[in-house]
């Protein structure tokens, strides 16, 4: 995680940082790296794993608070005891167990989520958990974590001024609508004031060229990808 100070963990990352109450959401996806898993576990308040996720949950890194989710997986694999996680099944066919985990979160008070092991395997739920970063906006921020990038959304208005080494890869995705008033500085291909479209024109493996990267979106929102490790 070259990007990243490992010592000072999720709470301090450059492309999320900590602002409030906030949990760690690990998925029922591939398995991420114990480094990555560790580092956004430094600094959470609420460690929620999705139905399956992470079983047997003693070998994490850290005890989940609560496991999420319809069990249609975890059948038949539950941990007893009272020094156990706390289980939480909803049966709810219309809402996945990423999206019931987030849910618990918001109950919980959380203000931010990272969502880890949300991408890879099934392409239908890696594209659902990334649109779950628009449909839950109105109420907390959340930082897709991926295998090797993190994932964010930023909102019409909002401007950021990322510090991030000189030739970190980064991505911007309007896969949720139009977006206008997009500026990018301190980029290999800066842009002013554009209006994108989901269509394109490509906006895939930019590069920063000058620390702080600034990104601005003037209307509609944008998800921003960046990669963890340097590629030059």
Not at 201 to 220: C, D, H, K, Q, W
């Amino acid at each position: 995680m070259s990007n990243y100070d490992p010592e000072k963990g999720g709470a301090s990352c450059p492309l999320f940082p900590k602002r409030g109450p906030r949990a760690v959401v690990l998925c029922d996806g591939p398995p991420p790296a114990a480094e990555v898993l560790q580092y956004w576990l430094a600094g959470a308040d609420l460690f929620i794993c999705a139905d399956a996720a992470g079983h047997p949950y003693d070998q994490l890194p850290r005890l989940p608070d609560a496991v999420v989710g319809d069990f249609d997986s975890l059948a038949g694999r539950i941990l007893d005891g009272k020094s156990g996680p706390k289980y939480l099944q909803l049966k709810d066919q219309f809402t996945t167990d990423s999206e019931k985990a987030i849910l618990f979160a918001v109950e919980q008070g959380m203000q931010e989520v990272v969502l880890i092991g949300s991408t890879g395997w099934r392409l239908d739920h890696t594209v659902y958990n990334c649109q779950l970063v628009e449909r839950f906006a109105g109420e907390l921020r959340i930082c897709v974590a991926g295998e090797y990038a993190d994932m964010v959304r930023l909102a019409g208005g909002e401007n950021v001024a990322w510090h991030l080494p000189e030739g970190t890869l980064f991505s911007l995705l309007p896969i949720l609508g139009t977006a206008k008033g997009v500026t990018v500085e301190g980029a290999q291909f800066p842009m002013l004031g554009e209006t994108v479209e989901p269509g394109g024109p490509a906006m895939i493996s930019n590069r920063v060229t000058m620390s702080p990267l600034l990104v601005t979106v003037g209307e509609g929102s944008m998800l921003v990808s960046v990669h963890r490790e340097l590629d030059i």
